[in-house]
């Protein structure tokens, strides 16, 4: 599900805040040296989320935020602002020679860069999906 976050209401903050969890805690946002990624450039979507890109002709700009039980994928379009909310246990990543980013049957594929930046953060997010994966698989244990 996306959202439009153009002009941000109680109701949607709390939708997302349900899919995806709370903005991490200062402490462990200093920790990580920030949650937040670069603007990347949007090079294909499927279907279903390509309504939300820019004609051909301009491109889209995205960027990625780390939450407590997922990541919070914006897609800026124009004048208007949605967000992709992404559990982890849905959230797979591949980081070939692009990143592109799969959850329940749609994804977004990014445009290359040329620096290593992306990749970082990309490694970020798998560390933080790991920890947050090994801590319900404990928890289930019990």
Known sequence: MVFNTTLRTKKTSKAIDEIVGKTLPLLKIWKLGGTGSRRMIIEQASPNLSVYLNPDHYPTYSSIEIRQKGILVHINQAYRTFAWPIPYYQLALYNSN?????????????????????FKFVKKVLAEKASYLAGISAFLEK
């Open 98 to 118: 692009a990143i592109s980013i799969h959850a329940s049957g749609d994804f977004i594929k990014y445009r290359q860069s040329t620096d290593n930046v992306h």
